[in-house]
T-cell receptor, first 109, second 114 residues
Framework: GQNIDQPTEMTATEGAIVQINCTYQ??????LFWYQQHAGEAPTFLSY????GLEEKGRFSSFLSRSKGYSYLLLKELQMKDSASYLC??????????FGAGTTVTVRA | DAGVIQSPRHEVTEMGQEVTLRCKPI?????LFWYRQTMMRGLELLIY????????DSGMPEDRFSAKMPNASFSTLKIQPSEPRDSAVYFC????????????FGNGTRLTVT
């Protein structure tokens, strides 16, 4: 199967850093996306990685290691509005995305 | 651009009834996807289209589900007859296609079948 694994929940304090890990099977890999989904809303695109390394976008960064089948999303300077579910999604062989179950991040004051 | 538009936002129906969900993709996007989200199973791809042609419907649960895309600006997902286990949020998404093209999701339709 196309198992995409990420932790179920994470809790952090406002202003802190949180790292959300994602592992996936490497066969047929064609790119990895991270999405943010607030409760009751649609997922919104955060980042895309297809080559090894770190992509930085403001407070959010995403890392990929293709050989290890591993990615992480790094959220820095956490704000209350960052409380949401973060979804790791992988494209295998074509354009359709398979999503992980999501990691619920709770930011506490 | 208004983004991906879905209707209705909420649908409550009784078991056995027909349900039709509608989607208008972003203009110029060649790919359209239908996903279903539940607490138990997360986001599941049901079917996707390229240039109005269904490419992969392997995620469609069973014959009760059907999807059409009669033109580039409109798609429907139909469930007939509906069952309580179909209760979920159904998302439509579109993209330009090509490596790295992100999906743009609509606000979803929350379906409740009683």
């Amino acid at each position: 199967g196309q198992n995409i694994d990420q932790p179920t929940e994470m809790t952090a304090t406002e202003g802190a850093i949180v790292q959300i890990n994602c592992t996936y099977q490497t066969s047929g890999f064609n790119g990895l996306f991270w999405y943010q989904q607030h409760a009751g809303e649609a997922p919104t695109f955060l980042s895309y990685n297809v080559l090894d390394g770190l992509e930085e976008k403001g407070r959010f960064s995403s890392f990929l290691s293709r050989s290890k089948g591993y990615s992480y999303l790094l959220l820095k300077e956490l704000q209350m509005k960052d409380s949401a579910s973060y979804l790791c999604a992988v494209a295998f062989n074509d354009y359709k995305l398979s999503f992980g179950a999501g990691t619920t991040v709770t930011v506490r004051a | 651009d208004a983004g991906v538009i879905q209707s209705p936002r909420h649908e409550v129906t009784e078991m056995g009834q027909e349900v039709t969900l509608r989607c208008k993709p972003i203009s110029g996007h060649d790919y359209l996807f239908w996903y279903r989200q539940t607490m138990m199973r997360g986001l599941e791809l049901l079917i996707y289209f390229n240039n109005n042609v269904p490419i992969d419907d392997s995620g469609m649960p069973e014959d009760r589900f059907s999807a059409k895309m009669p033109n580039a600006s409109f798609s429907t997902l139909k469930i007939q007859p509906s069952e309580p286990r179909d209760s979920a949020v159904y998302f439509c998404a579109s993209s330009l296609g090509g490596s790295g093209s992100p999906l743009h999701f609509g606000n979803g339709t929350r379906l409740t079948v009683t």
